[in-house]
């Protein structure tokens, strides 16, 4: 596809944006609904387009080469994305289940089970493959150098005396009779040549040309046959076309993509050269005259503000907006006034707090009154929320999405860009948009100019009314001050490696197996079919068991959008930690190294056999968890791996495993699990094939997320079969 391809499905990919915003926003305005099955159709409906729409913008933003069309490609995806995340998790609330059939609404939007597959952004990794190949070499290096290897779990029984030299006794014992065996088969091959010697006839040799042609036509006609039958199955769907070697096309169509995002590369490393070189430019040639504009402004402002109220205003802080608060197209009488409120605000709080240090004993009496009436009042509010039913929660990535929308209608869907055939950046563009940065730059220098030559006028002017509001500000100043100095400090968690580098921790963390290598096992690889019957067995009042292709969904969204994307996570449903559980073969480590694969993730390895005799000790163990998520934050996106997840919080532990001590995490996992903030892309991912040995209660306050995954189906093992 060309580059006038991918804009024109860019455009239809926002033209369908509009249309769902258009449907969206006005259920966010509806009443509570009570009708599950509706919202649930809604719920899904929107989920299905934002789907197709996620899968249009990534397929854009992977191939198009003009880097501030990427950018406002990526800021919509981004948003996309989020949103897709947010209505997950509200299907989730509806129904109480992970699991969700869209059978009947596949078939209103014409769509196939395919399309439900969650596309993997490709810049996740692409985008920081220059860090992975580095930290890749780092890590051959570390088990390399020292002679490590990666860290393997080996029992190491002991081994006497006798019991070593007998083994000794019978491998030398052995070695000799090989010998002795092999010897004598040689004695015995030179007996026979000799009697076949004496009556041996040289062969014909038309028969031995004979021979020789049978067995090589007979070669070629199978290799030839078996050709035919491969490229006839292929043909009939029975095998797929995988197995062959990609065609002269697909070998071009790969070639040309690699290209594509070679010519990204330049033109991206050329366009963040112009935003440094044209803000220069902006600063040396237009600087000085908009320092000027500025100033003249704010002092016309000065005294239209003192000719309208008969004295010179207060300056705006920083806080507030400084002078770009003043010129939000408002007169002087309405700048004032605002000022004036604002002034009057900052005198009530002072005055409730004051009364509320008087009241302070009252006031605690009085609270526990109210706290056992509120109670009751809630209990009532929540009983009403129920029996009124459903309502959209706020999102926190429409306005994301609005954004980057009204950006592409007001610069790009009209704009032609036939001139540009190479798509490189648009520098009339760049020139505004730094023209407005340097300006809000300048704005900061010039309000700080201006508040004192404010302050020199009020003293010229004004001068008794300018000493008393000095003083009044700075007794307000200090009264802030010191009510700064009695709020609540909240304590900060002492560095216990603060003298050591990030590299020296990570190496340590390879050399003692904490940290591995992942194993190059994409989310595809992860083979399942779809349930085609799901609807259906639920409308029967049965729970459809969840096939792979569902279990391929949730890791997508629960772990590698999350974990690919800052924005995502930062904004949206914050998932700490998922327990994937079920029977020994199903892929639980595939998908975990999976995870680590298609985000460019550290793969840190938690285990209670991985941790069997390091870091002794309860300081030990602080140590430990303390580096580990000290590492994972400074090279995020990091996965956490704790495999037989049940070990950790085990009822009782089995007498062949007390030396190995694995209940050390079961006090310290879940207060290291409420440090992870929203602006950590760490993820603590737990394996599991016998949950119900494990004490319930505290297990499932340890993982948010807890995934089934279940054997595979027909459908599944054939497809397994037949890949």
């Known amino acids: ?225 078996n050709k035919e039958r491969l490229e006839e199955m292929i043909f009939l769907g029975m095998i797929p076309a995988q197995q062959m070697t990609p065609s002269p096309a697909h070998l071009r169509a790969q070639q040309v993509k690699d290209n594509r995002h070679r010519v990204q590369e330049e033109h991206e490393i050329e366009y963040q050269k112009a935003l440094v070189n044209i803000k220069e430019s902006v600063q040396t040639v237009d600087g000085p ?108 990535f429409l306005p994301t999405v609005v954004e980057g929308t009204k950006l592409y209608n007001e610069v790009w869907h009209n704009r032609d860009e036939k001139q540009n055939f190479l798509q490189r950046f648009d520098a009339q563009l760049v020139r505004e948009e730094k023209r407005l940065e340097v300006e809000e730059e300048l704005r900061v220098q010039v309000d700080e100019i201006m508040r004192q030559e404010l302050k020199n006028l009020k003293l010229v002017v004004d001068r008794d009314k300018g000493k008393k509001k000095k003083k009044g500000k700075k007794s307000s100043k200090k009264k802030k001050k010191k009510g700064r100095k009695t709020g609540k400090k909240k304590k900060k968690e002492k560095d216990l490696t603060a003298d050591r580098t990030i590299e020296s921790l990570y190496e340590e963390l ?65 998932i700490r930690s998922l327990l994937l559980a079920g029977p020994a073969g199903v892929g639980k480590k595939m998908l975990v190294h999976a995870l680590c694969t298609e985000t460019g993730a550290n793969l840190f390895n938690l285990s209670a056999t991985a941790l069997a005799g390091k870091y002794p000790g309860k300081s030990g163990l602080q140590y430990l968890l303390h580096v580990v998520f000290k590492v994972a934050r400074q090279l995020q996106p990091s996965v956490i791996w704790i495999g037989d997840a049940e070990k950790t919080f085990y009822k009782k532990v089995p007498k062949l495993e007390k030396e190995m001590e694995p209940k050390r995490l079961k006090k310290t996992l879940p207060k290291v699990l409420k440090s992870i903030k929203p602006e950590d892309r760490v993820l603590v991912v737990g394996t599991t094939r016998r949950p119900f040995d494990a004490d319930i209660k505290p297990f499932c306050k340890v993982y948010k997320k807890i995934i089934l995954i279940p054997r595979p189906d027909y459908a599944s093992r054939l497809r397994i079969v037949s890949y």
């Open 1 to 225: 596809m060309s580059q006038s391809s991918y804009g024109r499905m860019w455009a239809a990919a926002q033209g369908a944006l509009e249309n769902l915003l258009e449907d969206e926003y006005p259920t966010m305005q509806l009443r509570p609904q009570k009708d599950r099955l509706q919202v649930f159709q809604t719920l899904a409906t929107f989920y299905l387009r934002y789907l197709k729409i996620f899968r249009s913008l990534e397929e854009v933003y992977d191939q198009i080469f003009h880097p501030q069309k990427r950018c406002v490609v990526h800021h919509v995806l981004e948003g996309v994305m989020g949103r897709l995340v947010e209505l997950k998790n509200e299907m989730v609330e509806l129904e109480y289940s992970e699991f969700h059939y869209f059978d009947d609404i596949l078939q209103d939007f014409k769509m196939t089970p395919e399309d439900l597959e969650v596309p993997i952004p490709h810049y996740f990794v692409r985008e920081r493959m220059r860090a992975l190949k580095e930290r890749e070499k780092m890590l051959a290096h570390i088990l390399t150098s020292g002679g490590h290897q990666e860290h393997k779990t080996v029992t190491v029984q002991s081994m006497s005396m006798e019991r070593a030299v007998w083994l000794l006794q019978v491998s030398e014992r052995a070695r000799q009779g090989r010998l002795r065996a092999h010897f004598m088969k040689k004695i015995h091959e030179e007996e026979q040549r000799r009697q076949n010697g004496e009556s041996s006839i040289m062969p014909d040799p038309d028969l031995a040309a004979t021979c020789i042609q049978k067995v090589w036509r007979g070669y070629r006609d199978r290799k030839k046959v």
């Open 510 to 574: 390879v050399v003692e197996g904490i940290i591995i290598r992942p194993m190059n096992v994409k989310l595809s690889d992860y083979i399942g079919e779809y349930s085609y019957l799901g609807t259906t067995l639920r409308q029967a009042d049965i729970e459809p068991m969840p096939s792979l292709s569902d279990i391929r969904q949730l890791i997508a969204l629960y772990g590698i959008l999350p974990l690919g994307s800052q924005c995502v996570h930062e904004r949206g449903p914050l």
């Open 289 to 396: 005259n908009m320092k000027e504009t500025l100033q003249e402004q704010i002092r016309q402002w000065f005294i239209e503000c003192r000719d309208a109220t008969g004295k010179f205003p207060d300056f705006p802080s920083a806080e507030d907006g400084g002078s770009a608060s003043i010129f939000a197209q408002k007169t002087p009488e309405q700048v004032a006034a605002e000022l004036a409120a604002k002034e009057a605000e900052r005198e009530k709080k002072k005055k409730s707090k004051g009364e509320k240090d008087k009241k302070g004993n009252d006031r605690k009496e009085k609270k526990k009154e109210k706290k056992g009436k509120m109670k009751g009042k809630k209990g009532k509010g929540d009983a009403e929320e129920e029996e009124q039913g459903w309502k959209m929660t706020p999102s926190n």
